[in-house]
């Protein structure tokens, strides 16, 4: 069945870069895009950027000067990276399946904090 | 970017009652908007795509409309598992945006 996994280190000191891992299973990264989506505690929810099942990707333009996207598809990973962090960028970040949204991880709280 | 009005951003209804959450569209969007269900401390899901049409598995109390840029969710008959936050998402144009969320509690 499809299933996506977030993946990272929960706490991040100020001005550090964030890695985070999404690991998928029952479906390829060749035939579907993966999305990142985040959400601050007690707020809405924000696309952070695609990666699509060609490799294109394309990103929220108030994020692009911080955030990369890549993949691994012998790995069936998709990879966000984002530096600079600050501590508005406190949240649960998902990664999601496909422009339909259809299946999503179970999320990864990251804390910005020293 | 398309902006996402959704209101109202919170909301507190009885059993039985018949709800309806909106988003306004700031440009033409067709019909390329979903509808998440989220319950505390879980991950969005989706109960309506292309706007009307109802995900596998949601009860058929939910459904979905259009008035020119308004998009609706409504609720015929609210029941307590129904309490969550919903959002809905445009994916007519890069970059995707989502409305700002309603919380629906249960009076």
């Known amino acids: 069945q499809v299933q996506l996994k977030e993946s990272g280190p929960g706490l991040v000191q100020p001005s550090q870069t964030l890695s985070l891992t999404c690991t998928v299973s029952g479906f390829s990264l060749m035939d579907y895009s993966v999305h990142w989506v985040r959400q601050p505690p007690g707020k809405g929810l924000e696309w952070m950027g695609r990666?699509?099942?060609?490799?294109?990707?394309y990103y929220n333009s108030a994020l692009k000067s911080r955030l990369s996207i890549s993949r691994d598809t012998s790995k069936s990973q998709v990879f966000l990276k984002m530096n600079s962090l600050q501590t508005e960028d406190t949240a649960i970040y998902y990664c999601t399946r496909r422009y339909l949204f259809d299946y999503w991880g179970q999320g990864v709280m990251v804390t910005v904090s020293s | 970017d398309i902006q996402m009005t959704q209101s109202p951003s919170s909301m507190s209804a009885s059993l039985g009652d018949r709800v309806t959450i909106t988003c306004q569209a700031s440009q033409d969007i067709g019909n390329n908007l979903i509808w998440f269900q989220q319950k505390p401390g879980k991950s969005p899901r989706p109960m309506i795509y292309y706007a009307t049409n109802l995900a596998n598995g949601v009860p058929s109390r939910f459904s979905g409309s259009r008035s020119g840029s308004d998009y609706s969710l409504t609720i015929s008959s609210l029941e307590s598992e129904d309490m969550a936050d919903y959002h809905c998402l445009q994916y007519k144009q890069y970059p995707l945006t989502f409305g700002s969320g309603t919380k629906l509690e249960i009076k």
């Open positions: 990666m699509k099942y060609d490799g294109d990707t």
